[in-house]
């Protein structure tokens, strides 16, 4: 092979890791903020956009560490030292049957683990070309462990931030009191974990990772402390003023609430209010001898015409994805609900904003982890493109690599993101705002910590371990959990690694024993 030889198998590759880019992003949204919409911290518009956002900034800052893991740490690459071009192959079966599975989930709302499609993916290449003897056993055995440890590890992590904040907050009588004198320590707490994990797992481009350990805790707790003050003296007083007080203040009133003056709700005009019933109570109702003006505007509208139904259409198309209502619940669902305990609805309140800092906080945790499993066969395939060599233990990821992922992804959410979303936003347990908040810092603790020792976890185990742990201590026990759900979750775990691996082992057979023209 030469340098630059077999660029259709590049370009293959592109596409085929921008499928499985899209269904990453398809599949694995619900992670990050399924419990901040199932709690009603945010809607589903919110929630994209924001997790768009954290997404992108995740897999192109963190996401090189276990792109290393999934890129040369399954199968034994000298196998392929005197035919490169044959792991170039390898890699492009790998990101088809892995993207073929994930898609095929994602259109029938099961949430399978990606890291478990492109696992089984690649062995099954590596099997298919060299036998079992080309897979590193145990680099894979590692992964699986790490499977079965993960959403244990994350359940009992959640399951403590959850009974420490009811035993703290949630199950008193004056726990709107106690919890905005708690909210500032949250606050500080969360975010110092988060910078923490930023800086110690570091960008690929400032090399973050190489200050001491000090400095990094030294930053991390100066930047808490930052936090902690603008809490209490800002959010703390925001708070308390509009959620005990009840003043009618806007959210930007939070910047600069010490300048507000007091706020009272104003009274109600119900002379204005009757004329304005009056005159929408029914299609050319007159109010003073005018017609309502909109009723007449939509008389005198032209119809659109084909090019504006065309890009109405296309419009439609691109944003149905935000566009969908997933909070409907079934009657056995809501049966569920309510044998869990519910808490002070203010009090609830004061974990919103938490609970979207959380989900910011796992949805960039999420990125970091998960574009390895498109980026990492991608990076293989222009690694032996550009250099002819298989030798791609240190190849390094390009920048470039990292961005693409990450848009693909973003697409992905966007577009469909909430049929997955719908799965595990509210169906297995009752989610509020305070569950959802241990929720999303228990798994991105999981996955971070993971991510950085180069352990591709399945984020999707992660959080339902933790959704799953959150339920059993939420009042009901074990009623307390749509298992017919969690069923249906774990069945289609099953089948990931299997089915990829048979989609792209049978790929990879079928070009290198195909007849070719000599």
């Known amino acids: 092979m030469i340098v630059g030889e077999y660029t259709f198998l590049f370009a293959l590759g592109m596409i085929f890791a921008f499928m499985d880019s899209f269904g990453i992003g398809a599949n694995d949204v619900s992670n990050s903020f399924g419990a901040a ?72 709302g099961l949430p399978v683990s990606t890291t478990h499609s492109i696992v089984g993916a690649i062995t099954g290449a590596g099997i298919a070309g060299f036998g079992f ?7 894979v055995g590692t992964i699986v462990l790490s499977w079965l440890i993960s959403p244990l590890i994350a359940g009992a992590v959640t399951a403590a931030i959850f009974v420490f904040t009811r035993w703290l907050i949630l199950q008193h009588q004056n726990s709107l009191k106690r919890g905005l004198t708690a909210i500032p320590f949250y606050f500080a707490i969360t975010i110092a974990i988060n910078v923490f994990y930023i800086i110690f797992k570091g960008s690929p481009g400032l090399s973050l990772s190489k200050l001491p350990i000090g400095a990094i805790v030294g930053i991390s707790l100066g930047i808490a402390f930052v936090v902690f003050l603008w809490c209490n003296f800002f959010l703390k007083v925001y708070l308390r003023r509009k959620l005990v007080d009840g003043e009618p203040l806007k959210w930007y009133h939070l910047f600069y609430i010490p300048a507000v003056s007091t706020r009272t709700h104003a009274p109600e005009n119900t002379e204005e209010l ?43 198309k691109l944003f149905a994805g935000l566009n969908q209502d997933i909070t409907k619940n079934t009657e056995a669902v809501d049966d569920i609900h309510s044998l869990s305990t519910k808490y002070d609805s203010k009090t609830e309140q004061l974990f919103c904003t938490l609970q979207v800092l959380t989900s910011c906080f796992m949805s960039f945790a999420h990125g970091s982890n998960d574009v390895a499993n498109a980026i990492g066969p991608l990076t293989t395939i222009y690694y032996v493109w550009t250099h002819a060599s298989a030798d791609v233990a240190n190849a390094p990821v390009p920048a470039w ?12 959410l966007l577009t469909y993101g909430y049929r997955v979303m719908a799965t595990l936003g509210n169906n297995i347990t009752f989610m509020s705002p305070s569950r959802g908040f241990s929720v999303s810092l228990g798994t991105s603790l999981t996955v971070l910590t993971c991510s950085k020792l180069g352990l591709p976890v399945s984020s999707t185990h992660c959080i339902t371990g933790s959704t799953t742990a959150v339920g059993l201590t939420s009042g009901g026990g074990f009623k307390s959990i749509n298992w017919k759900i969690l069923g249906l979750i774990a069945s289609s775990w099953v089948f990931t690694l299997p089915a990829a691996g048979t989609v792209s082992g049978l790929l990879f057979a079928l070009i290198i024993n195909s007849p070719h023209k000599m």
């Open 401 to 412: 690599v990292l961005a693409y992922g990450g848009i693909a992804i973003d697409i992905g």
């Open 133 to 139: 003897g080309a897979v590193k056993w145990a680099g």
């Open 274 to 316: 009757s004329s304005k019933e009056r005159a929408l109570s029914g299609p050319g109702i007159e109010t003073d001898g005018l017609a309502n003006s909109d009723l007449v505007a939509l008389d005198d509208a032209k119809p659109p015409n084909m090019f504006q139904k065309l890009v109405l259409k296309i419009k439609n």
């Open 37 to 108: 919409v199932g709690s009603g911290a945010l809607n589903l518009k919110q929630a994209v956009l924001i997790a768009s956002v954290c997404e992108f900034l995740g897999a192109f800052l963190v996401g090189s560490s276990t792109a290393d893991t999934i890129k040369g740490g399954l199968i034994d690459v000298s196998l392929f030292s005197d035919q490169p071009e044959l792991l170039m192959l390898a890699m492009v079966c790998s990101l088809a049957g892995s993207s073929s599975w994930v898609l095929f989930a994602s259109s029938r």
